[in-house]
Antibody
Framework: QVHLQESGPGLVMPSETLSLTCAVS?????????WAWIRQPPGKGLEWIGS???????YCIASLKNRVTISVDTSKNQFSLKVSSVTAADTAVYYC?????????WGQGALVTVSS | QLVLTQSPSASASLGASVKLTCTLS???????IAWYQQQPEKGPRYLMK???????NKGDGIPDRFSGSNSGAERYLTISSLQSEDEADYYC?????????FGGGTKLTVL
C-alpha cells in the first residue's frame, strides 16, 4: 500500500519561505508516476500547486510559477515543496499525492499558517 | 480555458440515491475526470475516474454504491443507498497539457 506523509513547520513568517517534505513508502518514486502538491485554504476548495516526475521534470500552476520550487530526493524516496515570499493567502492545508493524471494516493495533509 | 463547474450543495435522504454533476468547459467535452470524497476534517479520497465514454475505474475499496457516468460535457457521480458517512464534500478534477484543474466542490448533506 502506498503511503505519503507530509512534514514541515506549521508556522511561517510573512515574506519568508514555506518548506514541506513528502515521504513516500510502499512505492519507489524512481519507478514512475508524477508526484504532486495540492493545497486547501481554510474553508475553501482544492488547488493544485505543481507536479514532479522522478526525472526532475516539473510543472506548476501559472499563478505560483515564480514562487514555487518542487524537487525530489530519490535516495530518501521523498519530494519537497518550497513557496517563497509567502503571505496570509498561502495559509492552507498542504497535501502531497501520487499523480497518474488523477491523484490516487494522498497524504493526510499539513496545516501551514502564515503569520507574524 | 479548462474549467470544471459543480453545484455548491446537494442533499438527499438516508437510503436514497443522489447524482452529483461536474460540467466541463466548452471545447473540453471529451476529457476524462476524477471524483474525490472529502469527509469532514479529513483529506481527500480518490473515488474513481470517469472517461468520456462513461466507463469508470474505481479506487481501491470504493463500494459498489458509488458509480460514474456521463452525458456530453457532464460527468456524474451517483451514490445509491445513501449512508450518513457519505455526507462530505465531493470534488471533480481533470487534466490537460501541464495543468491540473479542480472543480469548486459540492457539499452533500444526508438528511
Amino acid at each position: 500500500q502506498v503511503h505519503l506523509q507530509e512534514s514541515g513547520p506549521g508556522l511561517v513568517m510573512p515574506s519568508e519561505t514555506l518548506s514541506l517534505t513528502c515521504a513516500v513508502s510502499g512505492y519507489s518514486i524512481s519507478s514512475g508516476y508524477y508526484w504532486a502538491w495540492i493545497r486547501q485554504p481554510p474553508g475553501k476548495g482544492l488547488e493544485w500547486i505543481g507536479s514532479l516526475h522522478h526525472s526532475g521534470t516539473t510543472y506548476c500552476i501559472a499563478s505560483l510559477k515564480n514562487r514555487v520550487t518542487i524537487s525530489v530526493d530519490t535516495s530518501k524516496n521523498q519530494f519537497s515543496l518550497k513557496v517563497s515570499s509567502v503571505t496570509a493567502a498561502d495559509t492552507a492545508v498542504y497535501y502531497c499525492a501520487r499523480e497518474d493524471n488523477y491523484f490516487d494516493y494522498w497524504g493526510q495533509g499539513a496545516l501551514v499558517t502564515v503569520s507574524s | 480555458q479548462l474549467v470544471l463547474t459543480q453545484s455548491p450543495s446537494a442533499s438527499a435522504s438516508l437510503g436514497a440515491s443522489v447524482k452529483l454533476t461536474c460540467t466541463l468547459s466548452s471545447g473540453h467535452s471529451s476529457y476524462a475526470i476524477a471524483w474525490y470524497q472529502q469527509q469532514p476534517e479529513k483529506g481527500p479520497r480518490y473515488l474513481m475516474k470517469v472517461n468520456s465514454d462513461g466507463s469508470h475505474n474505481k479506487g481501491d475499496g470504493i463500494p459498489d454504491r458509488f458509480s460514474g457516468s456521463n452525458s456530453g460535457a457532464e460527468r456524474y457521480l451517483t451514490i445509491s443507498s445513501l449512508q450518513s458517512e457519505d455526507e462530505a464534500d465531493y470534488y471533480c478534477q481533470t487534466w490537460g497539457t501541464d495543468i491540473q484543474v479542480f472543480g469548486g466542490g459540492t457539499k452533500l448533506t444526508v438528511l
